[in-house]
């Protein structure tokens, strides 16, 4: 079972709050539960004028493809092995 880190930018399907569809987004590593599951915060490219939304400075170096803001209050348990891949990692000032 692959092992994940703090910070680590992982592509998942991310499930909208309906439950009926879902897209692949980027995602910030939160927690590695050391079992089967992961903690994430969802990324978007969307910036919502809310205290929970983080602005990544170093977006690009991270694997994102445009500025992005980290929604700290989207958290999601995903399952290891639907992780599509991994993008990149945070950069200490973001993480």
Same mark, same amino acid.
């Given at each position: +079972?692959?092992?994940? $880190?703090?910070?680590?930018? =992982?592509? &998942?399907?991310? %499930? !909208?709050?309906?439950?009926? %569809?879902?897209?692949?987004?980027? *995602?910030?590593? &939160?927690? @590695? *539960? #050391?079992? #089967?599951?992961? =903690?994430?915060?969802?990324?978007?490219?969307?910036? !919502?004028? %809310?205290? !929970? @939304? &983080? /602005?990544?400075?170093?977006?690009? #170096?991270?694997?994102? =493809?445009?500025?992005?803001?980290? $929604?700290?209050?989207?958290? &999601?348990?995903?399952? /290891? %092995?639907?992780?599509?891949? $991994?993008?990149? +990692? =945070?950069?200490?000032?973001?993480?």
């Amino acid at each position: +079972m692959p092992t994940f $880190r703090f910070g680590e930018v =992982l592509i &998942l399907p991310f %499930s !909208y709050t309906d439950l009926q %569809s879902r897209k692949r987004r980027p *995602a910030v590593v &939160l927690v @590695d *539960a #050391e079992d #089967e599951d992961v =903690l994430v915060a969802k990324i978007t490219t969307k910036e !919502y004028a %809310s205290a !929970y @939304d &983080l /602005k990544l400075e170093h977006w690009h #170096e991270a694997g994102l =493809l445009a500025p992005s803001f980290v $929604r700290i209050h989207k958290l &999601l348990a995903v399952e /290891k %092995s639907h992780v599509i891949h $991994r993008a990149g +990692m =945070l950069d200490p000032v973001d993480a």
